[in-house]
């Protein structure tokens, strides 16, 4: 089983963060679907820091990260493996009006099923366009979402602190 923990729109509050990546253990990846005005290598530090030292880390820029260290240090999509037959699409989602037939044209393009995005600070996880879409919320109100993997199957959980 990989477990990896989801969340957007951090908007500076690396003390939430700080406390998502403590509460949950056994991760292998945290994903950061952008908005995090927070310089990138503040996150990876604390990730190193938390009981999670060994997971990766993936994030791209929101739209919020325009002027601050993370526009520089990240891209605007990038894709995640997930497990061994599942790959995901990650962006913000505010390039594409977070509209859903947009992004699964973008992530049918980069070979995803999956399509992890932020932007509008609500929860989803919904099968659309033969795709799965999720959207952990705003980690700034303390919105996040854990998806676990086995054998190929996916489970979604939302998380609130």
Known sequence: ??????????????????????????????????????D?????????????KDCSIYAVAGNCDSYLPAKTKLRELTTVPIGEQNKALLLHGHRYAAREDLMSYVASE????????????????????????????ALKAGSYMILEETEGKISVLKRTL
């Open 1 to 38: 089983m990989t477990k990896y923990l989801i969340c957007s729109d951090i908007h500076g509050r690396k003390d939430l963060f700080d406390k998502a990546i403590n509460v949950e253990e056994n991760l292998s990846a945290v994903i950061v679907a952008g908005d995090l005005e927070l």
């Open 40 to 52: 990138p290598s503040l996150l990876a530090e604390l990730l190193m820091r938390s009981s999670n």
């Open 110 to 137: 980069n070979g995803c099923n999956i399509v992890i995005f932020g932007h509008i600070h609500s929860f989803v996880s919904e099968e659309k366009y033969g795709m799965l879409f999720l959207n952990p919320g």
